[in-house]
């Protein structure tokens, strides 16, 4: 039996852990021809890692280090690449992935111990390399609030990007760093169509509050951003000139994207649910998918899954590069200044060295 589309979450169900022996399944009640799935509840649970900060070894995502500290997410977008990771803590890649989080509370006392390693140079650090570190539950714990107060203190830099306005609480932040050329911020934007939003990413912000949010950090002088990403083709690819010239409009001075590659047990989830949100087109999203990606929905090969091959692929590249240049978005190149940065254990041994 088919069930309804779930709003409020992006994933439609749990699908099996590739990691755990066991299985989930969804069974028809005896009895009942019909019957309604409900949605589940938010839950966090409390954990303690022994890290935090960890070493990128992909070369074409943009960053060396990143930063997480939530696992899961509950913005619950459906392509996102990080749902394959639940399923290392004994979770489904699906609705467990945005209803289970787990949160790192010792996240800033592993930071700053991080930053006073005699080994760290200051790096420049991404946050939310994995998971947004604005989501929800960062209301409650302020635990990227915290982060930013340390690297601050140390002189830091700092890579943000995010989803939700939440970021706004920490401007002050922000600016202070700014100053120093310590922090870059990117907001993720792929579509302007407020339906298409509220099923991809039910519990995001909504496009014109994430271009309000550029415009408040833009007016302010800190430095600021868009991923138009993923581009999803057959979907959101068309919206490419209007969300740029909007972020554009709003302040951001730079741009990229990537194209949505299905990894994992993502495809699934993914192909349920655009079977769900979108039927009348779905074969249409999917093939084109599979188009950017010779003939697969997802591509491993470094330099070519990001950005996808092809000439439907090639015609997204050229589109996102002539609309770039219509707005002048990527005209300069950000550096962060590292001359800030100060390992303060260095410091305080140096007081005693006496020699």
């Given at each position: 039996?088919?069930?309804?589309?779930?709003?409020?979450?992006?994933?439609?169900?749990?699908?099996?852990?590739?990691?755990?022996?066991?299985?989930?399944?969804?069974?028809?009640?005896?009895?009942?021809?019909?019957?309604?799935?409900?949605?589940?509840?938010?839950?966090?649970?409390?954990?303690?890692?022994?890290?935090?900060?960890?070493?990128?070894?992909?070369?074409?995502?943009?960053?060396?280090?990143?930063?997480?500290?939530?696992?899961?997410?509950e913005h619950g977008c459906i392509y996102c690449y990080a749902r394959?990771?639940?399923?290392?803590?004994?979770?489904?890649?699906?609705?467990?992935?945005?209803?289970?989080?787990?949160?790192?509370?010792?996240?800033?006392?592993?930071?700053?111990?991080?930053?006073?390693?005699?080994?760290?140079?200051?790096?420049?650090?991404?946050?939310?390399?994995?998971?947004?570190?604005?989501?929800?539950?960062?209301?409650?714990?302020?635990?990227?609030?915290?982060?930013?107060?340390?690297?601050?203190?140390?002189?830091?830099?700092?890579?943000?990007?995010?989803?939700?306005?939440?970021?706004?609480?920490?401007?002050?932040?922000?600016?202070?760093?700014?100053?120093?050329?310590?922090?870059?911020?990117?907001?993720?934007?792929?579509?302007?169509?407020?339906?298409?939003?509220?099923?991809?990413?039910?519990?995001?912000?909504?496009?014109?509050?994430?271009?309000?949010?550029?415009?408040?950090?833009?007016?302010?002088?800190?430095?600021?951003?868009?991923?138009c990403a993923p581009i999803i083709p057959g979907l959101t690819d068309?919206?490419?000139?209007?969300?740029?010239?909007?972020?554009?409009?709003?302040?951001?001075?730079?741009?990229?994207?990537?194209?949505?590659?299905?990894?994992?047990?993502?495809?699934?989830?993914?192909?349920?649910w655009l079977w769900k949100a979108y039927p009348d087109r779905a074969?249409?999203?999917?093939?084109?998918?599979?188009?950017?990606?010779?003939?697969?929905?997802?591509?491993?090969?470094?330099?070519?899954?990001?950005?996808?091959?092809?000439?439907?692929?090639?015609?997204?590249?050229?589109?996102?590069?002539?609309?770039?240049?219509?707005?002048?978005?990527?005209?300069?190149?950000?550096?962060?200044?590292?001359?800030?940065?100060?390992?303060?254990?260095?410091?305080?041994?140096?007081?005693?060295?006496?020699?």
């Amino acid at each position: 039996m088919e069930h309804e589309f779930i709003y409020g979450r992006g994933a439609q169900k749990n699908i099996h852990n590739v990691f755990s022996k066991l299985s989930y399944s969804q069974e028809h009640i005896e009895g009942i021809d019909d019957w309604e799935q409900e949605v589940p509840n938010t839950q966090f649970t409390i954990i303690h890692p022994k890290t935090i900060v960890n070493k990128v070894s992909s070369p074409d995502v943009g960053m060396e280090y990143s930063a997480n500290p939530y696992q899961g997410c509950e913005h619950g977008c459906i392509y996102c690449y990080a749902r394959n990771s639940h399923q290392y803590w004994g979770y489904s890649a699906g609705l467990d992935f945005e209803s289970k989080i787990l949160v790192k509370s010792n996240a800033p006392k592993l930071f700053r111990d991080f930053l006073c390693k005699k080994s760290w140079d200051g790096t420049p650090i991404s946050l939310s390399g994995n998971t947004d570190c604005y989501q929800p539950l960062e209301r409650k714990f302020k635990l990227t609030q915290s982060i930013l107060k340390i690297a601050l203190e140390h002189g830091q830099p700092i890579g943000l990007i995010t989803k939700n306005s939440l970021i706004l609480r920490d401007i002050d932040i922000l600016a202070e760093m700014a100053k120093k050329n310590l922090c870059v911020v990117f907001l993720s934007i792929n579509s302007l169509t407020k339906e298409t939003r509220s099923k991809m990413e039910p519990r995001t912000a909504t496009a014109q509050q994430r271009l309000k949010v550029i415009e408040a950090l833009a007016s302010i002088g800190i430095p600021v951003g868009i991923m138009c990403a993923p581009i999803i083709p057959g979907l959101t690819d068309h919206e490419i000139p209007k969300v740029l010239k909007a972020a554009a409009d709003a302040g951001a001075r730079w741009a990229g994207y990537t194209i949505v590659r299905l990894n994992g047990e993502i495809s699934k989830i993914f192909e349920e649910w655009l079977w769900k949100a979108y039927p009348d087109r779905a074969n249409k999203i999917w093939h084109s998918i599979q188009a950017c990606h010779n003939g697969k929905v997802n591509d491993s090969e470094f330099g070519n899954r990001m950005k996808g091959t092809g000439q439907l692929a090639e015609i997204i590249r050229d589109n996102f590069r002539l609309h770039c240049n219509k707005n002048n978005l990527n005209n300069s190149m950000f550096e962060y200044d590292l001359s800030h940065f100060k390992n303060q254990r260095n410091t305080q041994l140096n007081l005693f060295d006496f020699q």
